[in-house]
């Protein structure tokens, strides 16, 4: 995400003694602290894009009050305020599952929150190409911040897990398989 400058960080001569590592794995299989890691810290991350979707709705509600009257610039706000709606029950249903810090870890959970991750994401996805739809043309210009919006949305999807794979991980889990 351009705007954070998160890809900008670079540590240098920096040392970890082994002793402060509290968690060696092997890359690649699942293992059971992924069952924390996803329950906890998805709420707070797609959180995040929420906030992003919630803006871009901003953005373009306060536009389309120019064309109020024209009904399909209603119906478009419609299905935009739909969509955010969408992904915020997902994020408010991934932070009752978390539970306060309360829960049991498992992979059952674990799924749980991955699905509602992909819902999260993608509705953030689809509010945001909404709100560039409501704004037209203008919405593609930088001082809009739309596009900007727009593309740090995208960014949602590639969060653990990718779609394809949380589809992949909830169905052997439903299937009564053991998580790749």
């Known amino acids: 995400m351009r705007a954070t400058g998160s890809q900008t960080i670079r540590f240098n001569d920096v040392f970890v003694p082994d002793a402060a590592v509290g968690l060696k794995r092997p890359r690649g299989p ?17 959180s995040v894009y929420v906030g992003l979707a919630e803006s871009a709705a901003g953005l373009a509600l306060e ?38 810090l309360a829960f049991a870890p498992s992979e059952e959970l674990a799924s749980q929150v991955l699905v509602r991750k992909t819902i999260c994401a993608n509705a953030v996805i689809a509010v945001t190409e909404k709100a560039l739809e409501v704004c037209g043309g203008s919405g593609f210009m930088r001082k809009a911040g739309i596009e900007r919006l727009l593309r740090d949305a995208h960014a949602s999807q590639f969060h653990p897990l990718p779609e394809k794979r ?13 998580p790749v």
């Open 63 to 100: 536009k389309a009050k120019a064309r109020a009257n024209d009904p399909l610039t209603a119906l478009q706000v419609g299905e935009m305020q739909n969509l955010l709606v969408t992904a915020q029950l997902a994020v408010d249903s991934m932070i009752a599952l978390c539970d306060d």
């Open 30 to 46: 699942y293992h059971a602290a992924f069952s924390v890691i996803v329950t906890v810290a998805m709420p707070l991350i797609m």
């Open 166 to 178: 949380q589809q992949m991980l909830t169905g052997r889990i439903a299937l009564g398989l053991t």
